[in-house]
Structures are given as structure tokens and as C-alpha cells.
């Protein structure tokens, strides 16, 4: 095995410290927390916005990785497996102090720009990817559930699939001033 502390990432090595940590090998699964401790603190970091409750997070991350290992199916990459479980442990922990704290926007863009990027290989940029999708589908979805039907369907029509005031107007028989004013 190559060395655990190492820039690459290897998902075959990750298997093989899965496999034999399950099986009780306590190096395996010293060298799995090791490995990936610094990837899932970039995470919390950038879901907490705060270093101390990005810690908290890691914390619990790893007590629940530790003890729910055996439950790793392999049908996705670890890491994968991981970002689902400290997005899990985020959206179910307490609301943090610092989720009350927003001044401005620039301030927030700010913050974000400090954030350290953890380097990801291809394969985790394409299943990061797949998953920020996913993500925007289900909060478009939440979003337009939120929505009365005639507004649901106006934002469709004029939003997502680009019809004009005019067309728009005549499908939900209403002026094409007053389509616009809806979409707006």
C-alpha cells in the first residue's frame, strides 16, 4: 500500500482499507481516518462556514464513518459515501451559531473564497458534479412546490422552457402585461 498521508487518491486502496478494517484490522482503519479526515473537514468547512463547528462536524463524521462501516456498500466511490454522510450529519446536527450570522453578501463571498479546496480526481469531480445536480433538481423541485399550480405553471412556460409573454399570455388566458408581471 502506498503511503496513506499522500496527495493521490486511490478509491482501489480505499476498498482494500474498507475491507480489511471491517474485518478488524485497526491500522486499516487508522490509516482510512487519517486518509480521509483532511477531505471531510474541507466539506464541513464549506457547509459550517465556521473552523469550530467544521471540527464538531469532522468529530461526528468520524464516530459515524467508525461505527457504520460495515455498512459501506461499495455500489459508489468512498468519498462519495462520505460527502453523503457529513451533508447528512450537517442537515441533521443543531442550527450552528454562525448559521444566524450573515451581514452581507460580499462579506459571505468573501468567506467562500477562503475556503481550501481539497484536490479531487476525475471521477470524484464527475460524481461531485452528478450530485451538486442532483441537488438542484430536488431544490428546484422543493422550490416550485412551493408554488400555486398557475404559478408553477407560468414560471415552466416562461422560465424553463423559454416561451414568450405573448404564447404564454394565450395558453394560461390571461393578458400577455399580466404573464409578465406573474413570471416576474
Keep these: 500500500m502506498k503511503n496513506p498521508l499522500s496527495d493521490q487518491y486511490s478509491e482501489a486502496e480505499n476498498v482494500e482499507l474498507v475491507k480489511a478494517a471491517v474485518d478488524g484490522d485497526r491500522k486499516s482503519l487508522d490509516q482510512l481516518v487519517r486518509l480521509h479526515q483532511p477531505f471531510i473537514y474541507n466539506v464541513a468547512w464549506k457547509m459550517a462556514h465556521a473552523p469550530n463547528d467544521a471540527l464538531d462536524l469532522t468529530q461526528e463524521v468520524l464516530l459515524k464513518v467508525i461505527t457504520k462501516l460495515g455498512q459501506f456498500n461499495f455500489k459508489s466511490s468512498f468519498r462519495t459515501w462520505l460527502y453523503r454522510i457529513v451533508m447528512n450529519e450537517f442537515l441533521m446536527g443543531k442550527r450552528r451559531k454562525s448559521e444566524a450570522i450573515f451581514s ?81
Design 104 to 184: 452581507s453578501l460580499a462579506e459571505h463571498g468573501n468567506r467562500l473564497d477562503a475556503i481550501p479546496n481539497a484536490e479531487l480526481t476525475r471521477e470524484e469531480e464527475i460524481e461531485q458534479e452528478e450530485l451538486s445536480r442532483e441537488l438542484k433538481i430536488r431544490c428546484m423541485s422543493g422550490m416550485l412546490m412551493c408554488l400555486s399550480r398557475e404559478q408553477r405553471l407560468i414560471y415552466l412556460l416562461g422560465d424553463c422552457f423559454g416561451i414568450d409573454h405573448k404564447l404564454g399570455a394565450e395558453v394560461c388566458d390571461i393578458s400577455p402585461q399580466n404573464f409578465r408581471v406573474r413570471l416576474y
